[in-house]
Nanobody, 114 residues
Framework: VQLQASGGGLVQAGGSLTLSCVVSGGIGSFKSLAWYRQAPGKQREWVGRITAGGFTDYADSVKGRFTISKNNVRKVMNLQMNILKPEDTAVYYC?????????WGQGTLVTVSS
């Protein structure tokens, strides 16, 4: 199983960006998929998750601005980010939980300029 994150880039504050995480082998067997981020000099933090049943929840810092969705057929999870702030600048990682295992994708850098 491999997770491949993409879609990062440079965006102005107030703008939008969509990240994608493609899961080889399919996502139907994962009990949840999540996004994390790590800003320069800071610890990795949880951004939000989507469960196998489609339930989503988010960190307070992104609630109302970020939306996680998934498409089981296309084997992809998306993170729609709106009203981006400079403090959203970070490397974003996707993660999948399946059984007792966790699978991580490589990060994709999001830079929000003020």
């Amino acid at each position: 199983v491999q997770l491949q994150a993409s879609g990062g880039g440079l965006v102005q504050a107030g703008g939008s960006l969509t990240l994608s995480c493609v899961v080889s082998g399919g996502i139907g067997s994962f009990k949840s998929l999540a996004w994390y981020r790590q800003a320069p000099g800071k610890q990795r933090e949880w951004v939000g998750r989507i469960t196998a049943g489609g339930f989503t929840d988010y960190a307070d810092s992104v609630k109302g601005r970020f939306t996680i969705s998934k498409n089981n057929v296309r084997k992809v999870m998306n993170l729609q980010m709106n009203i981006l702030k400079p403090e959203d600048t970070a490397v974003y990682y996707c993660e999948g939980a399946r059984g007792a295992s966790e699978y991580w994708g490589q990060g994709t850098l999001v830079t929000v300029s003020s």
